[in-house]
Every structure is written in structure tokens, then in C-alpha cells.
């Protein structure tokens, strides 16, 4: 069974940094992109950031040279370094992957359980 597990969230003041990782564990052969969404209080969840398989990255404008997404494929990981948070920065951290081929079914997509991220000071 293929899980993707998030930790390293907490509360932060602002201006300060937290790093994200999200490890894939189980069977599996390959990950496509990788990416960070999330979701705040009473809103929906949106996108964060994303990282293909050889590296290339995208962001969403808010988070636009505060934040770098980063992967190690030998460890099945994806990173979420957060600087200079703010307030609004504050919500629930899903990692995704688009894509995850396990043998013997279709790839498919996955999302870990999240993790609380809180900016306050």
C-alpha cells in the first residue's frame, strides 16, 4: 500500500521558516510530479507548488520567492522550505504526487493526510 506521509509542520511566528517533507512509503516502481497543496480554514484547497521527476519547478504567485520545493527520488521525498511566513500562509499541507506506478494497476494519483502549519505571533 503506497502512502505519502507529511511531517514537520508547526507554529511559527512571522517572518520565520518551517521545512515540509513528505516521504512516499510502500511498493512502487516510479513518482511522476510531486507538489504541495493546501487548504485554510474555511476555504478551498489550492495549489502551492509543484516539481516534476527532473527537477522543474512551478509556484503559485503568493508564495513566489518565500518558498522552494525540492525532491530527493532516492528517498521517495519532496521538501517544502517555507521563509519569511506570514499570517495568511497559515493552513493544512497536502502533498501530492500526479502520478505513482505500482505494479500490477494503472497509475494513479495519491495525497498524504496533511500536516498544520500556523504563522502567529
Known amino acids: 500500500q503506497v502512502q505519502l506521509v507529511e511531517s514537520g509542520g508547526g507554529l511559527v511566528q512571522p517572518g520565520g521558516s518551517l521545512r515540509l517533507s513528505c516521504a512516499a512509503s510502500g511498493s512502487f516502481s516510479g513518482i511522476a510530479t510531486m507538489g504541495w497543496y493546501r487548504q485554510a480554514p474555511g476555504k478551498q484547497r489550492e495549489y502551492v507548488a509543484i516539481?516534476?521527476?527532473?527537477?522543474?519547478?512551478d509556484y503559485a504567485d503568493s508564495v513566489k520567492g518565500r518558498f522552494t520545493i525540492s525532491r530527493d527520488n532516492a528517498k521517495n521525498t519532496v521538501y517544502l522550505q517555507m521563509n519569511s511566513l506570514k499570517p495568511e500562509d497559515t493552513a493544512v499541507y497536502y502533498c501530492h504526487a500526479d502520478r505513482i506506478w505500482v505494479l500490477g494497476t494503472s497509475p494513479r494519483p495519491y495525497w498524504g493526510q496533511g500536516t498544520q502549519v500556523t504563522v502567529s505571533s
Open positions: 516539481i516534476t521527476s527532473g527537477g522543474t519547478t
